[in-house]
């Protein structure tokens, strides 16, 4: 897969509230000021020997396409000093990747990212976070499928969220 990323998220704390309030946050970001759409992330996760896999697909199911979106994964392990990160993608932290998600067309999907993330230490499991970090003041009215919070263990297993 080309363009691997490797993903940092902080903390086990909730998401719901943080997203969101990051979502609409910023200047023109009140009711009626931006477009309305509804982002979602579809996508699977696998741990393995301190090696995190992380592929995500962007949708927009409207009613207002997006120029572009920054999704966020946060990790409850730290990450390895250096990644190698997809382009697009910057860490924020140390168990945070960001990623810019491209154009979200109006019942269309963004480009996929596909990550490697190596820990900083081997885990027995890693719970991964992801969310909208940004997305241009638009409102999302179901927040409920772009905030995710998956259980990966060290068996190499696929998990789908």
Sequence with gaps: MAGLLVLGVSGVSGVSGEAGAAARSG???????????????HGRV???QGRLRVWVVPQNEGPAAL????????????LADRQ???????????REVVCETGALPLHGRGRHI????ELKEPVSEVVVRIDTWWNGG???????????AVLAL?????YAF
């Design 27 to 41: 200047p023109g970001s009140g009711p009626g000021s931006g477009p309305e759409a509804d982002v979602a992330y």
């Design 46 to 48: 696998s741990l393995s």
């Design 67 to 78: 120029p572009n979106a920054t999704l966020r994964v946060r990790l409850s392990a730290e």
């Design 84 to 94: 190698e990160l997809a382009q697009g993608c910057a860490r924020a932290g140390l």
């Design 114 to 117: 596909g990550l490697l993330l």
């Design 138 to 148: 638009a409102s999302d009215r179901d927040l409920s499928n772009n905030q995710h």
């Design 154 to 158: 060290d068996t190499g297993d696929s």
